[in-house]
């Protein structure tokens, strides 16, 4: 096996030269290309140059729409998950609840259809995608359980991949509460290779790295409760006990960005771009967890609402209908189970084992 020279920067300048002034010199390179081509295909996240353009500028314009549709979404399913918590104290792995909202919400705004994991955690397309995910990442060796993974996956997402490309424009443009794929059917692409690679690419790119950022959130209000007073105090001051959070609501909350941002700083999602972990003090800082230059994450907003509700988005409107309910959080972890396990994104290798405790008046 031939040796791969490997350099990693600190330095403001090589950062800015590599993700923008001169992005296009440092494109993802031939073996990410080969070791992606079966899972993501031809998507945003593996090519360059024009391609990449291409992709980006048909993907934008959907993660740039404050949609009343997007918050219903998560709503439903943000439902459903704290229906798993009985608010007495007993233990849960959020750190698992999270990671079946994020699916669930994911496949039902990309396609229009949830996988309902919460419903049923052992669904087939979650154990598939979670496998494929390993296998192609090298973090288990066996093409066997890639193909199979991607055998179910495919089967899963291409019924929808025909449905949009059977429908015509007009039908297209006209259709209330489109998914994510109808509407990248709606720019006039008949390409169904085209459409797969940039739904599974958004899938793996909102599903996981939002649920760990959720996950390590709750982690670290479980360990600061001072935090977590401060943040609950903003929630209901801003939103209520009851009502679900808008979009200006969740923008308009500054100590819940902080809080968000904090997490993201010190656990960003791509392990290699992780720095020390310190100690977990939500305020202003420099970071760069989506990226940056041209290839700046174009679901950045989207991220930070799951965090606030699917992504930004996903993020910021779950954390809220939580904190809204439920005003105190015990460690239930044992001595020794928080640590991190780096694969694809980096995530909680033992989950994130806590007690929630229902608000009064709740």
């Known amino acids: 096996m031939a040796r791969q020279r490997v350099i990693f920067t600190a330095d403001p300048e090589n950062i800015e030269a590599v993700l923008a002034t001169q992005m296009t010199d440092y494109g993802k390179g031939k073996s990410f ?8 295909g031809d998507s945003i996240f593996r090519t360059d140059g024009e391609a990449w353009q291409y992709a980006r500028q048909l993907m934008r314009p ?34 698992d609840l999270f990671y079946r909202l994020t699916l669930d919400i994911a496949t039902e705004y990309l396609l229009g259809k949830s996988v309902n994991s919460l419903d049923d ?51 297209l443009d006209e259709k209330k509460n489109q998914s994510f794929l109808e509407a990248l059917a709606a720019t006039g692409t008949k390409d169904r290779k085209f459409l797969r690679d940039q739904v599974v690419a958004v899938l793996l790119a909102g599903r996981d790295t ?22 609950r105090q903003e929630i209901l001051e801003r939103v209520g ?31 290699v771009n992780s720095g020390t972990v310190g100690k977990w003090t939500p305020k202003s800082w420099n970071y760069i967890p989506f990226n940056g230059g041209p290839r700046i994450c174009i679901g950045q907003q989207f991220a930070l609402t799951q965090i ?40 909680p290798a033992h989950g994130v084992k806590v007690g929630f405790w229902e608000g009064q008046g709740n």
């Open 62 to 95: 959907q993660f740039v729409k404050d949609r009343v549709r997007d918050l219903e979404i998560c709503e439903k399913h943000v439902g459903k998950l704290m229906s798993h918590i009985n608010g007495q104290g007993q233990e849960v792995d959020i750190a």
């Open 241 to 271: 006990k009851t009502a679900p959070p808008s979009y200006e609501d969740l923008k308009n909350m500054p100590y819940l960005q902080h809080c968000m941002n904090e997490t993201l700083r010190l656990y960003p999602g791509v392990p």
């Open 121 to 171: 955690p052992q669904t087939e397309f979650a154990s598939a995608f979670a496998e494929v995910q390993r296998v192609v990442g090298g973090y288990a060796n066996t093409n066997r359980q890639k193909r199979a993974g991607l055998k179910v996956l495919d089967a899963f997402v291409n019924p929808f991949i025909d449905h949009a490309l059977q429908m015509n424009l007009s039908e």
């Open 210 to 231: 939002t649920a760990a950022t959720l996950s390590f959130t709750f982690q670290a209000l479980a360990k600061q409760p001072d935090v977590l007073r401060k943040l």
């Open 308 to 347: 606030a509700a699917y992504g930004s988005f996903m993020e910021g409107y779950t954390i809220t209908r939580i904190l809204q309910r439920f005003e105190r959080i015990d460690v239930r972890w044992r001595d020794g189970e928080q640590k991190i396990k780096c694969e694809v994104v980096i995530s």
């Open 33 to 40: 290309h080969d070791d992606w081509h079966a899972f993501l």
